[in-house]
T-cell receptor, first 117, second 109 residues
Framework: GAVVSQHPSWVICKSGTSVKIECRSL??????MFWYRQFPKQSLMLMAT?????????EQGVEKDKFLINHASLTLSTLTVTSAHPEDSSFYICSARALAGEINEQFFGPGTRLTVL | GQNIDQPTEMTATEGAIVQINCTYQ??????LFWYQQHAGEAPTFLSY??LDGLEEKGRFSSFLSRSKGYSYLLLKELQMKDSASYLC??????????WGAGTKLIIKP
C-alpha cells in the first residue's frame, strides 16, 4: 500500500518556539493532504485540509495564523506550529489522498508527538 | 448535522468474536471506513464499504446498510494484539472523512 512519512516522530520544545512537521507521500502523488490532532483518549480532530498549490482550508476553531500549512508539491505538506504553548502538546497526524485513488482511501503518516514545556 | 456513533468501550475474550457497531448521519455518502489505532500510533486502514453487504478480509469483516445508516466491524478468533481502538469514519459528499470517537476494545485472556 501507499506510504506516508512524517518527520519528526516526536519533538520537545520550549514554550514560544515554532515547530515544523513534515508530511511526505513516498510512492504516490497526493493532491490533498489532511492534518489531524489527537488528544489522549480522544478521536481524531481534523485541523485543516490542504490541496497542492492552494491555501489550506481550516476547520472551525483552528487558528490559521498559529497553524501554518504549506502544500508546495504533490508529495510534501508541512505544518508549522508557531509560538507553541503547553496546550498545543498533542499527537499530530497527517494523511494523504492519492491523485487517482480507487477507493478514495486516506493513507496516514505515523504521527508526530509534540510536547511543549 | 453530521454524526457518527459507536460504543466507547467493549470487552471480549481471547479467541471469541466481537461486533463493533457504528451508526451514521452524514451529508452525502461516499463510503464507510474502519481503522484500527493502537495507543500512541496513527490509524491503520482495515476496511472500506460503499455498497450494502458484507466484506470479509481474513479474521475481520465489515458490513454496511446504507438505508439504515449502519455498519459493523466483526472480529473473529480474537487475539491479544487486537486490543486497540477501532474508528468508524464516513466519507461525505465533499470526500471529507467524518470520524467517530472510536471504540476501545479490551481483550482479556
Amino acid at each position: 500500500g501507499a506510504v506516508v512519512s512524517q518527520h519528526p516522530s516526536w519533538v520537545i520544545c520550549k514554550s514560544g518556539t515554532s515547530v515544523k512537521i513534515e508530511c511526505r507521500s513516498l510512492d504516490f502523488q497526493a493532491t490533498t493532504m489532511f492534518w489531524y490532532r489527537q488528544f489522549p483518549k480522544q478521536s481524531l480532530m481534523l485541523m485543516a485540509t490542504s490541496n497542492e498549490g492552494s491555501k489550506a482550508t481550516y476547520e472551525q476553531g483552528v487558528e490559521k495564523d498559529k497553524f501554518l500549512i504549506n502544500h508546495a508539491s504533490l508529495t510534501l505538506s508541512t505544518l508549522t506550529v508557531t509560538s507553541a504553548h503547553p496546550e498545543d502538546s498533542s499527537f499530530y497526524i497527517c494523511s494523504a489522498r492519492a491523485l487517482a485513488g480507487e477507493i478514495n482511501e486516506q493513507f496516514f503518516g505515523p504521527g508526530t508527538r509534540l510536547t511543549v514545556l | 448535522g453530521q454524526n457518527i456513533d459507536q460504543p466507547t468501550e467493549m470487552t471480549a475474550t481471547e479467541g471469541a468474536i466481537v461486533q463493533i457497531n457504528c451508526t451514521y448521519q452524514t451529508s452525502g455518502f461516499n463510503g464507510l471506513f474502519w481503522y484500527q489505532q493502537h495507543a500512541g500510533e496513527a490509524p491503520t486502514f482495515l476496511s472500506y464499504n460503499v455498497l450494502d453487504g458484507l466484506e470479509e478480509k481474513g479474521r475481520f469483516s465489515s458490513f454496511l446498510s446504507r438505508s439504515k445508516g449502519y455498519s459493523y466491524l466483526l472480529l473473529k478468533e480474537l487475539q491479544m494484539k487486537d486490543s486497540a481502538s477501532y474508528l468508524c469514519a464516513c466519507m461525505d459528499s465533499n470526500y471529507q472523512l467524518i470520524w467517530g470517537a472510536g471504540t476501545k476494545l479490551i481483550i482479556k485472556p
